[in-house]
């Protein structure tokens, strides 16, 4: 296809993992991209970490529906000026770009709709009501993993929009990754001692409305684990305010700033998470994997539970197993699946031929 202008917007860390081979591709040949970022998370230090050009735009506005509503509706409005700036500059009268993408970014689906760029969203967690209520009435196309039944999402007016990929999107955006071993030197890990990863709970998402008394009865038995085998336990923190609470425990490894945790994730001899995207990192790269996550499951979980690649950990005693397994050779983990970004860029990329 002939050469277009591109808008993708990032609003969380993930996303920033997702959308680089797709950037990668569409750069690739021959389009333009353009990137815009809200500071959430460790977004911008992984968009800095990663080499992409950006502007940072807007944050988050908190877990209260009142406050994700203004958030929406002022970072929307910011993204339509910043739009229409990039249209003027680049001499573009009809609309400032053909197409724009987020993997679930609400915003971007309002500002796209009003500036009337064809859009397209993607996301791999079908319950997360409010957020797809928006986003798939707003975009062209909806770009889902095949596991998540398509009924699933006609309550969101998805109908005629769906379109599927095979796998998980992390077996797309680590098809080039391999594992990078100074994240152990940075971190002052010792394979030897075998090394435990544990990822917090989302808490300012409106689907995690569960306070997860679990996740901290976990820590504390990682806690003793730590104290008694001398197993390295890495928590990876979303929030300051989530590392900040965490520093007062000695036991644990509590990164200052966005590290390379594909690399730790492959290195690790276990991932225990309560979100969505590192549980699926760890079963793409062969990790044995714990979901504490209390919401309720997904279609892409649904299948890895039944394959065997991630199990559900529902009280401190199911980890108990996981953590004696500590020590098994990496050679025993299944081979890893590599796919195609180019097939994520092709669905992704479907409004341009509706255009």
């Known amino acids: 296809m002939p050469a277009v202008r591109v808008w993708v917007d990032l609003t969380n860390s993930p996303h920033v993992l997702v959308m680089r081979p797709v950037i990668e591709v569409l750069e690739g040949e021959g389009h333009e991209v353009r990137v815009t970022a809200r500071d959430f998370a460790q977004t911008l230090e992984l968009l800095d970490r990663f080499g992409i050009p950006h502007d940072a735009l807007g944050h988050h506005r908190g877990e209260r529906r009142a406050a994700k509503a203004i958030g929406l509706a002022s970072r929307s409005a910011a ?13 573009t009268r009809r609309r400032p770009f053909d197409l724009a993408l987020g ?25 997360a009501a409010l957020q797809h209520h928006v986003n798939c009435r707003l975009a062209s196309a909806v770009v889902v993993p095949d596991a998540i039944p398509l009924e699933r999402l006609e309550r969101y007016g998805a109908r005629g929009k769906v379109a599927t ?15 990078d071993a100074a994240v152990l030197a940075e971190l002052s890990l010792e394979r030897s001692r075998g090394i435990v990863i ?6 300012l998402a409106l689907y995690h409305r569960f306070a997860s008394d679990l996740f901290g009865d976990l820590l504390d038995r990682l806690r003793r684990t730590a104290r008694e085998r001398g197993t390295h336990v890495v928590v990876l923190a979303r929030t300051p305010e989530q590392r900040a609470r965490l520093r007062a425990y000695e036991e644990l490894t509590l ?3 966005a590290i390379d945790a594909q690399s730790l994730i492959a290195f690790a001899d276990l991932v225990i998470s309560a979100g969505g ?12 994997v714990l979901s504490t996550f209390q919401g309720r499951l997904g279609g892409v979980d649904e299948r890895l539970i039944a394959e065997g690649r991630l199990s559900r950990a529902q009280s401190v005693g199911d980890v108990d197993h996981a953590l004696g397994a500590i020590g098994s050779p990496a050679s025993a983990r299944p081979a890893r699946t590599r796919r195609d970004p180019h097939t994520l860029v092709n669905l992704l990329s479907r409004p341009l031929a509706q255009a």
């Open 198 to 203: 544990v990822r917090t709970p989302p808490e």
């Open 79 to 91: 993204l339509v000026r910043w739009a229409r700036r990039q249209g003027r500059r680049a001499g």
């Open 277 to 288: 995207t590192m549980n699926r990192e760890a079963a793409a790269l062969g990790t044995p």
């Open 103 to 127: 993997h679930g970014s609400n915003d971007v689906s309002v500002a796209a709709a009003l500036l009337r760029i064809p859009s397209s969203t993607t996301f791999d967690y079908e319950w």
């Open 255 to 257: 990164p200052a700033h």
């Open 165 to 179: 990929y095979e796998g998980l999107k992390e077996e797309y955006y680590l098809a080039d990754f391999e594992p």
